[in-house]
């Protein structure tokens, strides 16, 4: 290994073993934070099925609960 590439690694390694963070990077009241449910949005996920329904293929695997061309 080059001195140079070394060097680099070293700097890297360093720079991320010091980022020791302990918790999130925005700090906020937990009173302030919503369950996920109470942000659905009837509206959107009607007018994502109905995109998704709109395509025969789309709806043929969502029928069958596969992905398309990612599924294994």
Do not use: V, Y
């Amino acid at each position: 290994m080059t001195t140079k590439a070394f060097f680099l690694m070293f700097l890297f390694s360093a720079a991320f073993l010091s980022d020791n963070q302990t918790g999130l990077p925005i700090r906020i009241d937990d009173s302030k934070i919503k369950p996920l449910m109470e942000l659905k949005d009837n509206s959107m996920q009607k007018n994502l099925e109905k995109e998704l329904n709109a395509h025969p293929e789309w709806k043929k695997l969502i029928s069958q609960k596969k992905n398309g061309c990612w599924s294994r």
